[in-house]
């Protein structure tokens, strides 16, 4: 199995080496930056304003099942928001650390340039502000569909739902564009 | 910390009796509603927050508010919700926690009673082994003590309440009991009591270890949806298991900026009241919680 997945490794470093097709590019990894904006719909709301923040995550393709390639994901992100406390507010930043699993839908030599996913999996959210400290595990759920627009790379929209366990529990929609990219 | 724990800064709380204020003895359970009559923990807000909170006490009819007097900071904050024309339990503390030194402490009761001649009962701070590092014992000998023999010989008028220690049910116990082996009931008129919990034998440890009348100076929930569960069915058990003749609500209007430190999102929870009025301009509900307008609804059906 070590063997298989080391030349799997190889097999995929030379050919994005060699600039593959859309058709014969099936990486072993990704890495991804993008933007996201995060939107309370539980009680939380009542304090917690739209946030908006950045991320950066990375997985790995370690198994196929038929059409599909899963993996695990992790993935950390920043963002801020205005909490309305009463008769005070706060500006507060929102940092975020994910663990979980991908499953991407790109069949052996496929060339479509569109490729859904879906993911979960854990989150930690910490929230630090002047007046607000606040933090707690939880775990999301999404899918997202990657625009294949070159060989190595994607661009494409998300949707995540996650709750967490602050104080209040947070339940919080999550809708971004992610740019990925297969070294 | 906890967040409940900071949540008891209780920068500012304090009661006013709407009427009665010349019997400070009376009883002022309601046998119409399951929870009776609540005083309020109020915070000396200014602003707009203070007509806000002053409207909202009228509407609630609440018999008492507890409030900081402030030591050496905003020592007028309180003046506002003073002169409502009822009795207050003024907290003799400051809004800045921290030490406070002892032999300046009589001096400041003094001062700060002087500036507050509306008070009937003075608490000496409020949870002082969490916001002023003071030990039960040392609470009572060095501040309990000294601040009770000044108020006696200064404002004898004024009746004294001991500190109540933290709210919960494993540490308020024991710390009220050794507030009691410390002399505690010796320098005070009353014992006071934080309940942020649902526990017969907590409860009953806080009546078996005083000689005292308990007042309940602080209890609530910080969540809004539990808020009239805990008036109609925990503070009943409250007042029974207690004797209480005072169960001061935490709070009316919570701010985190008054908390001392940093809080949790929970912390405005235990607000009764929303930060801005509703479109006609008067107090309205916090979001989730019904306490408000079950309380000023029933003091509305009463005057019917």
């Given at each position: ?5 080391l030349?799997?490794?190889?097999a995929?470093l ?19 930056v993008?933007?996201q904006?995060?939107v ?6 009542d304090?917690?304003g ?26 950390a992100?920043?963002?801020?928001l ?28 496929s060339?479509?340039?569109?490729l859904?996913?879906l993911?979960?999996?854990?989150v930690?959210?910490?929230d ?6 606040d933090d707690?595990?939880g ?8 625009v294949?627009?070159a060989p ?16 209040i529990e ?8 992610r ?5 | ?11 500012g709380?304090?009661?006013i009796v ?21 005083a ?18 009228r509407s ?17 904050a ?7 024309g ?12 921290g ?8 001096d400041?009761v003094e001062?700060?009673?002087?500036r507050?001649p ?11 082994e969490h ?7 040392r ?6 003590r000294p601040?009770?023999?000044?108020i006696r010989e ?13 709210g ?10 050794r507030m009691?082996d410390a ?19 907590a ?7 005083t ?12 969540t809004?949806?539990q808020q009239?569960r ?15 003749e005072?169960?001061?609500?935490y ?9 001392g ?13 929303a ?27 009463r005057?019917?």
């Amino acid at each position: 199995m070590r063997r298989r997945i080391l030349i799997a490794t190889v097999a995929a470093l030379l050919a994005s080496a060699a600039g593959p097709t859309l058709a014969s590019a099936q990486p072993l990894w990704w890495v991804a930056v993008g933007g996201q904006a995060a939107v309370e719909t539980g009680r939380l709301a009542d304090e917690a304003g739209t946030e908006g923040g950045g991320l950066v995550g990375g997985g790995v393709y370690l198994a196929r099942l038929g059409p599909v390639r899963l993996g695990p994901e992790a993935e950390a992100s920043g963002g801020a928001l205005h909490a309305d406390l009463g008769p005070v507010s706060d500006e507060v930043t929102v940092w975020r650390g994910r663990l979980g699993v991908r499953a991407v839908w790109w069949p052996p030599g496929s060339e479509s340039r569109l490729l859904p996913y879906l993911r979960v999996g854990a989150v930690y959210r910490a929230d630090r502000g002047d007046l607000i400290e606040d933090d707690g595990f939880g775990w999301y759920v999404g899918g997202g569909l990657d625009v294949r627009v070159a060989p190595r790379w994607a661009v494409g929209p998300f949707l995540t739902y996650e709750r967490v366990g602050l104080s209040i529990e947070s339940h919080t929609l999550l809708l971004g564009l992610r740019l990925t990219f297969w070294p | 910390m906890t967040p409940l724990s900071r949540r008891r800064v209780l920068a500012g709380l304090g009661g006013i009796v709407v009427a009665g204020c010349a019997d400070r003895r009376r009883s002022v359970t309601g046998p119409e509603a399951a929870g009776g009559d609540l005083a309020f923990n109020v915070h000396p807000l200014g602003g707009r927050f203070e007509a806000l909170q002053r409207d909202a006490l009228r509407s609630l009819a609440a018999p008492w508010i507890r409030v900081t007097l402030g030591l050496v900071s905003d020592t007028d904050a309180a003046r506002p919700y003073v002169r409502m024309g009822a009795s207050v339990l003024g907290l003799v503390a400051d809004f800045h926690l921290g030490p406070i030194d002892a032999r300046d402490w009589p001096d400041l009761v003094e001062a700060t009673l002087r500036r507050y001649p509306q008070v009937g009962r003075a608490e000496l701070l409020n949870e002082p082994e969490h916001f002023n590092g003071l030990s039960p014992g040392r609470y009572v000998q060095e501040y309990l003590r000294p601040g009770y023999e000044r108020i006696r010989e200064r404002s004898p008028g004024v009746a004294v309440v001991a500190a109540a220690p933290v709210g919960d049910r494993k540490a308020g116990p024991d710390r009220f009991r050794r507030m009691t082996d410390a002399g505690a009931d010796e320098f005070c008129d009353y014992r006071a009591v934080h309940v942020y919990f649902d526990d017969d034998r907590a409860l009953s440890a806080f009546a078996g270890s005083t000689g005292r009348p308990i007042l309940v100076t602080e209890t609530g929930s910080q969540t809004p949806g539990q808020q009239v569960r805990w008036y109609t069915d925990v503070v009943p058990r409250i007042r029974q298991a207690l004797g209480a003749e005072l169960i001061f609500w935490y709070v009316l209007l919570e701010s985190a900026g008054l908390a001392g430190g940093t809080v949790a999102y929970s912390y405005p929870g235990s607000s009764v009241i929303a930060a801005v009025p509703d479109a006609a301009g008067q107090p309205q509900a916090a979001p989730g919680s019904g306490l408000y307008p079950l309380l000023a609804g029933r003091r509305l059906g009463r005057r019917r």
